[in-house]
Every structure is written in structure tokens, then in C-alpha cells.
């Protein structure tokens, strides 16, 4: 699957988001405190409007996950799925850092989220 | 020192007043002192007239030592009278032919009872009810053999009293007629003189109200014997006495050419000075901006004011609180402020239990809703607060409902509720509901809304659930979590001490040392909020950026279609013309919304996020800065134009709001600080619906706190009053400083005062009476600020690096095209 070239690693804030546009689409890439990296639609289902980038990371119970600026639903960044509403969630993209740079795959992942049956955290 | 003359026309408890005190302050005998009293015995104690039924003596009741009237300080002259004043010459004339000059002439020459002209009001066996010498009447007449029964005309406080003297008297038949529709109207007004209609009646003193007499009739001896209404009734008395008001005695006055008011009484002004030079009026026989007092305390004040102004401590007399509390047969009544207030602009609260005979009313403006004034009958619980907040000298509680009730009943309490008491009505939750989810786990009120949707429509119960379960923990024996949130087990009280106490600068240090895990959209932002606060630095600056909600992170309000808005600061709401004109410039090119903010404030919505740079370099360049609309912060400092333009103003109001705007800008606090600042009593700034509220007087400002508009209105509660400049200021200073180290995450001042045990006085006594000891840090923490600030949107436009997060999108150079606008109103706003 080919890659969309986003940024040098540095120039990502840490517990922050950053907009990038993949394939004509809005996605929030995410680089955590510990090293992690995630990447997830910007925009946010409950409101329509592309802003999860610019909600706060944290996390529950151990799951890191961003909450929308706009009315706090927040969202697994691994899963997609939203921890404030079941019928809510978003697509995952695939990020990856190659020689310093952040890439994220062309497509969303396909593969169908579990449904909330809880994984070991 | 010449000596003066001062001569006082009348010895009653007001006229002996004057004369102690001027005796009193007249260190160097500067004054010779005449006293013509018209009795023939010394000034006596009035007020307690009817306890010389019960046996007090006549030297029990004196208000004059033997040995003063026997010194020779004051010349009395007694059972005698002035018939006119020379007040060209400066004499009067007593009625024994004496000619007396003075120097100053002070008329005291109180009232005289009124007797209505009922036919035959006249005939044997009528009395009035004011001097001993009228009791010693009364009392022989009463117990003379076959007198059995007695009749008062009135039946207002000295009626009711001679009612009980005549019971006393051993009269078993005791009529009291009043022509109002039940007693003491003007005082108690109906509800409470309805129930005090019930307390008389339970005494065995007939009360007869809203009926009209008709004429009195004699008996074969001559005396009078019965009382005959306009209806045919008669009512038997073997003693009348009229108690149907008083008139001020201003005859002599009259006669010598001194203004007298149109309904009786001598006419003074402030300084108590009457139309003729040298002649002043104290007492009932004064008419004092077109009111006439009938009560001994406004007396007493008007004496004090005189004498002092003889004295060299000239202050004028202002008026009287008409507030009084009395035993009146046995019974507990008082009415205090403007106690019989009513119409359309009047909100009352009313307790009215006939069972026990107890009436309470309040008046409230309604507009404000601050207390006016009350009539308390049976129980006058609370009296001395109720008068206190009338008077502005105590803050108005916010449960004020809760003192309509009489000290023996105390309002139930959410604990003590029965299961089956409905708490949530919107969700027919019941209390027993919410005791059972306690008991199955629920220990807070997001869990109780989830479990039992209590609290979950209009929301006006959750206070209540709030205490019942953490009354319902308590006695489970269960620590009630402060807990901010899944990450640290502190409140942002502690969290802030902890802080400050290890001065931690970034996130790792405090994540890492008191907390757990990565944090969330809870602790963040009130980690971010403690650093900012504790050190003011860049907000932005280091880790914190990682903290803020995209408002603080974009220094902008993100708007529900994702654009920004952008508020600079206008302190005080004062603007040029050249920024004005900047403003519309900017707003027409990058095409904003522009809406004038309750803050008085101009907003121009619509932002794009990566526009936002631009339009703030030209909101500095016009010499404009950040307003903190994004921030948990002082917002505004809204302000009347105050003495500078305002014919009513007192002080300058723009100036003091805009010092204090300046002073406070930018400053980090729990929740978001409003404040208010009015240049006069008309409050047009209303500033007591501000967290701060300052309103001028002649003398300086009085500062309110905790007020807040938003769901749950609240008024501000008086705080201090007459402060100057730097008292405002620093008290200023000091509430907001303990207000940001004690507060919870997301708590108004309101709430917060609320929270704390002890309130309002509470925080008085750490910010004035530095009981804590802290009043030096909280200075400093100000002054900190003070010495600090700098503006946040001045400070990213001269960095670069903080520029480089307006970026719509990182690895593209396009828009973000996602918003749809149309056009309203000829501005563009969100599809």
C-alpha cells in the first residue's frame, strides 16, 4: 500500500495533534509522550466539523485517546472507537515513521474494529 | 471664650438627651444651659410609661439624677411654658411673664396626643395616655367603685398598651376600637396585623377593627359610659382613653413666625436648623425632609447631631431607620427596612401559621431581589440580621428563604428526607432511589445521573443529590472522593499547593510525581491553568502547550464549524476612533462576523485558524492586545461612563475599570473572571452580576463578590463598602489570589464562596483580618502577576516557532474548505 509522506518526526508536537490531508482526505496524526504514534480521521463524527486534531490527548484506563475540542467525546486513538457514545466511532490510519519522517498509508484500515469487549490493558 | 446661652423649649426624653450630651462634650463650660419643662417634674422615661402600672416609681422611670437638677449645670425652669419667641431679638416669653434671652434656641417640645373629634370626647372619664400625670388619672378613674369597663380609641402600639394597663387595672371588660381593618397598619401591614389581631384577642382585650364611632354617651353620674359605632353598637366604658396618634407640638412656633410643614411640625434641615437663625428642632416636634419621627431613637440621633454640631464635630442628621423590635402584651413583634413595602415591584416571602400565631413577611425589590424590609409577629427571630441587610451593613444570605422560617423550625435537609420523597420530579426520581444506588456503589453524581437519571433533565435537583449523597457516603462510612479526575487522587486545591510548594514548572514534573498515566482532558487543563497561574510565563511555552484546550492552544475560542473567534482587550470598554476603525478594517478583509460582546467587548467570528496570526499582527499594530476571551481569565472589566461624562456619577468608573482590567488582564484562574465597575448606585455597569463588582459612592467604592449571570443567576453579596482606591484594590487582590489557591477545577467565585465553610466571612477573615497569616503571599502572588504580564498574542507574532502550529494542515499548503457559509444580515456566518 503506498504511503503519504506528513512530516519529519521533530516537527510533531508531543501529546498534541496535527492536521495533514491523505488522499484528498482530513487526517489527525498524533505523536504520544512515549513514542507512540497514532493517526485517525480529523473529523469529528458528532460534529461534522474536522477538529480532532486539535483535542486533548490522555488516556483511560491506559488506552491513549483524544478528546473532540468541541464537546469532549473522546476517542480510542488505536481503535477508533468513541468511549462516550457506541454508536459513534472513527476510522484508523495506518502511521509509520521511515528514515525520520511520519508517513501514513494511503487508506484507512478496513479492519472492522472489536466491538467494545474489553482487550487486556 | 464667650459663653452662650442655650436654651432647650421642652424636657421630654429628647429634649434631656440633647441636654446629657451637650453637658457631656462641653469640656471648657463654654455653654449656659436653660431648660423650660413644661411638667413639674424632670424629663421621665415615656417609652416605658406603662410599666408605672406594674409598679416602677416615678424616680424609677426619671431620666435626671436629683443631684444634676440640684448642681446648678442647667437651669430647669419646670411647669412652665414659652408662649412666642423674639427671633429677631433672640428672647421668648414664658407664660409666668419672664422675658429669656439666648443664644441658641432648641425646640423639643415633642407631640401631643391627638383625640379625634368624636362627640362627647369630652365628657368625664376620657383620658390620654402620655404623661404620669395622665396614668395617675386613668388609675383612679379605673378603680373607682363600679368602673368595670374600659375602651381604647386605637389600636396601635400605645393603644394596645393601655389596653393591657386597663386589664391590669382589673377591668374585665376591655374594648380596643380601631378604624384601620386590624392594628399597627402602617408597621405590620395586613398579614401582620391580622395575626397580631390574634394575639390580642388570645389576651382577653376585644379588639374591634375597620369600624367607625360614632359619638360617646353619659351615664346619670355624668361620667361617660358607653361608646356608640355608626352601626347601632354599643360598647360599654366606664374609661375612655384616646391613643389615635400624636401631632408635633409646633404651636409656639407658629406663633412666632418659624416655618412649620404643611401636615404640623417645626421644619428643619440637615443641620437640624430651623427657618429662623439660631432656632433648631429636635424630636417629634421636628419635620425632617417631610417626615415626622414618633419613635424615641430618630430623637435621640437628632440630639446627638445637635449637640455635636454645638460642640465643634458638626455632622449632619441623615434621617432615621424606622426598624424596631418590642414586647408588645407579651407578644414579639418588629418590623424593620421599608417593613410594609408592596405593588408590582415588590416580590414578598410569607410565613403564616395562625396555629402558633406567627407571621413573617419579607419584602424583596423585585428586580434585585434584595431584601427591603419585613414584619416579624410571634417570633422575631433574625430581626437584628434581617435589619442589618436592610441597612447594607450585613450581606444578604443566599438562603434567604430560609430565615422566613421561626427559629423553632428548621428547614428538612436532603438527608433527612423520607425514601419516599420525590427528588428528581422532571424523572419521578424518589430519595430512597438515590439511597439505593448509593448502597449498590455510586459515590458520585455522574454515576447517580447514569444509574437513576436523577438530575438528568433540568437539572435543578442535582444541589440536592449532590448532598444527599454525600450525606447517604458519610454515614456509610465512606471517604468522599475530591479526586480531580482517574489520574490524580487530588483536588486542584491540593494540586495547587503541591505545586507551588515544589515549584513545578512543566507537566512531566507534576504527571510524573503525583500523577498517573498520560492525563486527560480534565487534569490538563487545570495543570495548565495552576502553572499559568503560579508563573506566569508563555502559556504555550514547553509541555504546557500540551495542556491547553484548543481555545488556550490557538489563543482564539474555536466556534461550532471549527473557525475562531477573535476578542482583543478594550479595557473598560473604552475604544478610539482609530481603533475602531482598525477593527472594521479587519473585519472586512478576512470577511468576519463582528458582534459587540455582553463584555463590552467587539468579537469578529469566522476565523480560520491559519488566519489568525495575520489578523492579530493587525490587531497589535493598532495598538491593541489579547483580551483572554480563549482563557480561563479575566475577561472583562465592564464599566458606565461614570463622574467623567454621567450627570449622576460619582466616581470616575471608566478610570477604576480600566486600572483594574489592566491589572488583572491575562491572569489564569479557575474559571473565567468578569467584573463590573459603576460610577453610581444606578448601577448601570451591573456589576453585581460580575465575580467582582465594584459600585462607587460620595466616599469611594463598595465592592461586591460572587456574583455570576450564566444558568444560575447570582447577585453579588456586598463584601466592604466606602474602600478608597488602594483598600479596593488590595482587597481585589486578595480575593482573587485565594479565590485561584483555593478554588475546584471549572468553580465560579460563586460556587467557590458557597463551597467554603464559613462563606463570605470566611474569606473576610483571611483577606482582611489575615487570620491565615496569608495575606502577604497572596499580595505577592499579584504583584507576581503584575510585575509579569505580557501579551500573549504579541509575544507568538515575535517568535516563529510558537507561529508554526497556524498551520490548517502539515505536509499541505491548502485551506481547510470545510465550512459553509451564507449571508445574513449582510455579514457572513455558518450555513
Redesign the interface.
Known sequence: MSRVRIAHIDSLPVDRGVAAVVSGEYVAIFRLADGELAAIDHLDPCSNVPVLARGLVGCVDGTPVVASPLHKQRFDLRTGRCLDDPNVSVRVWRVEVIDQTVTVAAEPMTVAVEPPAESAA | MERRHVLVVGNGMVGQRFVDRLVAADDGGEFDITVIGEESRPAYDRVALSSWFEGRSEADLSLVDASFVGSGRVDYRFGRTVDTIDTAAYTVLLDDGTVLGYDELVLATGSFPFVPPIPGHDIDGTFVYRTLDDLADIKRCAQRDGCTSGLVIGGGLLGLEAANALRALGLDDVHVVEMAPYPMPAQLGEGGGRMLARWVDSLGVQLHCGVAPDHFEAGASGTVERLVMSDGTEYPCDVVIFSAGVRPRDQVARDSGIDVGERGGVMVDDTLATSAPNVWAIGEVAVHRERVYGLVAPGYEMAAALAARFTGEPGDYAGSDLSTKLKLLGVDVASFGQSNAMGDDIDEIVYNDPVNRIFRRFALDAATGRLLGGALVGDVSGYELLTAVTLGQATQPDDLPAYILPASIRPPDEGTLPDGALLCSCNAVSVGTIRGAVAEGCTTVSEIKEATCAGTSCGGCVPGVTTLVRNELQSLGVEVSNALC??FDHSRKELFALVRFHRYRTW?EVLSNHGT?????I???TVASILASLSNGYVLDG?Q???????D??LAN?Q???TYSVIPRVPGGEITPDQLIALGLIAKDFDLYVKITGGQRIDLLGAQMHDLPGIWQRVVDAGMESGHAYGKALRTVKSCVGSVWCRYGVQDSVGMAIDLENRYRGLRSPHKLKMGVSGCTRECAEAQSKDVGVIATESGWNLYVGGNGGRSPRHADLFATDLDDETLVRTIDRFLAYYIRTADRLQRTSVWLDSLDGGLEHVRSVIVDDELGICDELDADIALHVDTYECEWRATLNDPERL??FV?????P?E?T?PVWIQERGQRVPA
Open positions: 482517574e489520574h512531566a498515566g498520560r492525563g486527560c482532558e487534569c490538563r487543563p509541555d502547550s500540551s495542556l491547553q484546550d484548543t481555545n492552544h490557538h474555536m461550532r464549524n471549527g508554526s502550529h490548517e494542515f502539515v505536509n499541505a491548502e481547510n470545510t
